[in-house]
C-alpha cells in the first residue's frame, strides 16, 4: 500500500519518546520528516537543537530523510517556522502529528497563572497554531492529514492535571471540526490518546505498567491514520500496550418535556434521563 511513501510529515515533539518513533517508522516507510522539536525539559523550560538533530541523524542513517526545526509550537510565528521549513527542504507538507507537550502537573488548587497557561500554549493553542498554518497547504492541494496528540486525562479525567486535561480534551473538540471542515478537501483529522512509558509519564504510572507501554507500539496507528488509505476522521483512539480502542461520545434516551418542567419534574425523572441503556452515538442537534 502507498501509505505515507513520498509524503511530506511535520512530528512536532519529536526528539524523543513517542515524537521519535512516530519519525523513525514514518521515514522507514518513505515519509520525508520534519523532526520538530524545541529541545527543553518536561516542564517546558530550556531548549537545546541535540534532540532534534540527533533523531534526524538516525532516519539519515537508515537511508530515510528528515530535517530538524527547534522552533516553538506556542506561537504562531514558531509554527508558522515548523510549516515552512517543510516547504522549503520538500515543496510541501501533507501531514501533521500535534505531538509536542509539556507537563506542569498540580493539584487544582494549587495551580497558578504560568502552570496553567503554559500548558495550554504547548498543548492546545500548539496543536491550533500548527494546523492553522499547514490548514492553507492542505486545502490548495486537495490532501491533508492531522493527528493530534489527545489523552486519557482529557477523556476522563486525572488527579493533578487539570491543565493537561483541559488542553487535551480541546484538542478532540478542535478534531472534531478539523475533520468537518476538512472532509471536502479531503483532509482528515483524528486524535490518538497514547499510553506509553516515556520522560513525561515515568512518575506519572506504576513501574510495573510502564513496562508493557512501550511507545513503539503508538507509531503503527498513528502512520495509519497519516495514510493515503486511510478515510477515518473525527475518531479519537486510545492506544497503548498492544490494546487499541476507539473512544465515542453516546446519547442517553432522555426525556422530552412538553413545557418548561420544575425542578421537583426534573428530579423526579433523573433517573430516565442519565439511563443510558439504549444509548446511541451523540449527534450535534445544531450543528
Known amino acids: 500500500m502507498p501509505g505515507v511513501e513520498g509524503r511530506v510529515v511535520v512530528v512536532t515533539g519529536a526528539g524523543g519518546g513517542l515524537g521519535r518513533e512516530y519519525a523513525l517508522l514514518l521515514a ?4 520525508r520528516v520534519v523532526v520538530n522539536d524545541l529541545g527543553g525539559a518536561r516542564d517546558g523550560s530550556g531548549a537545546g537543537t541535540s534532540m532534534a538533530d540527533t533523531v534526524v541523524g538516525e532516519i539519515r542513517a537508515a537511508g530515510g530523510e528528515a530535517v530538524a526545526n527547534y522552533d516553538s509550537v506556542a ?4 509554527a508558522a517556522k515548523i510549516v515552512q521549513t517543510a516547504i522549503d527542504h520538500f515543496g510541501r507538507v501533507d501531514g501533521l502529528v500535534n505531538n509536542a507537550g509539556i507537563l506542569r502537573d498540580r493539584a487544582f488548587h494549587k495551580m497558578g497563572d504560568d502552570d496553567w497557561e503554559s500548558v ?15 490548514w492553507p497547504h492542505f486545502r490548495e492541494q486537495g490532501h491533508g492529514r492531522v493527528v493530534m496528540a489527545t489523552s486519557t486525562s482529557g477523556i476522563y479525567g ?11 480534551a480541546g484538542l478532540i473538540g478542535l478534531t472534531n471540526t478539523l475533520a468537518l471542515e476538512g472532509r471536502k478537501y479531503n483532509i482528515l483529522a483524528n486524535a ?12 506519572v504510572a506504576p513501574p510495573e505498567l510502564l513496562k508493557k507501554l512501550d511507545p513503539a507500539q503508538i507509531a503503527p496507528i498513528v502512520a495509519y491514520l497519516l495514510a493515503d488509505e486511510c478515510t477515518d476522521s473525527g ?10 480502542h476507539r473512544v465515542q461520545y453516546f446519547q442517553s434516551k432522555g426525556v422530552t418535556f412538553g413545557d418548561v418542567p420544575t425542578v421537583d419534574e426534573v428530579a423526579a425523572r433523573w433517573s430516565e434521563i442519565t439511563d443510558m441503556t439504549g444509548s446511541v452515538p451523540g449527534t450535534n442537534p445544531v450543528g
Request: charged content about 15%.
Open 120 to 134: 495550554l500554549r504547548v498543548h492546545l493553542f500548539g496543536g491550533f497554531n500548527v494546523t492553522r498554518a499547514a
Open 192 to 203: 490518538v490518546a497514547p499510553m506509553a512509558a516515556t520522560r513525561m509519564t515515568e512518575d
Open 158 to 168: 486525572n488527579f493533578g492535571q487539570s491543565n493537561y486535561g483541559t488542553a487535551k
Open 235 to 244: 475518531s479519537v483512539i486510545v492506544a497503548g500496550g498492544g490494546q487499541v
Open 75 to 78: 506561537t504562531s510565528d514558531g
Open 28 to 31: 522507514s516507510r518513505g515519509a
